[in-house]
């Protein structure tokens, strides 16, 4: 049986949303000690979103690597974590999409939580998620687009 790996865009959740949320705290903080208008302010904060968007996102990226190999699929991580996810274990896997990505929920038998995985879209060329979801329903896990 040949091995297929697909890469995929996703991210350390917790950590864009840190940054994110400390860099509209910072705009936010030098913006309103300016002597301008209020409605001056404003604009400047909003107008900086789409850049500290940008810069959350490339500061959290966590690319993987998904590996489907003899009943298994091992994820590697940018960062070198890696998790291996037996199939037969899976329940099913569920793929919500979201603004600017998707959350790809695998649900184990095993396991009462699921593992979430965040992928981004968003300031990213496009990668393998469909793919990889075809090559899994090919061995057999139950898929739901949700």
Avoid at 27 to 43: F, M
């Amino acid at each position: 049986m040949s091995d297929s790996t697909f890469h995929i865009a996703t991210l350390h959740r917790g950590k864009y949303m840190v940054l994110l949320l400390v860099g509209i705290c910072i705009v936010t903080a030098i913006v309103s000690r300016l002597p301008l208008q209020e409605a001056l302010k404003i604009l400047m904060v909003l107008c900086s979103l789409p850049l500290l968007l940008m810069l959350s996102i490339k500061g959290s990226r966590n690319d993987s690597y998904w590996t489907i190999k003899n009943g298994e699929v091992s994820i590697r991580f940018h960062n070198q974590k890696e998790e291996l996810l037996i199939l037969s274990e899976v329940k099913y896997l569920r793929n919500l999409p979201r603004s600017g990505g998707n959350l790809i929920m695998i649900f184990l038998a095993t396991a009462k939580a699921p593992k979430r995985y965040w992928r981004n879209k968003l300031f990213q060329k496009d990668d393998d998620l469909n793919a990889l979801i075809h090559a899994l329903k090919q061995q057999g896990v139950e898929y739901y687009y949700m």
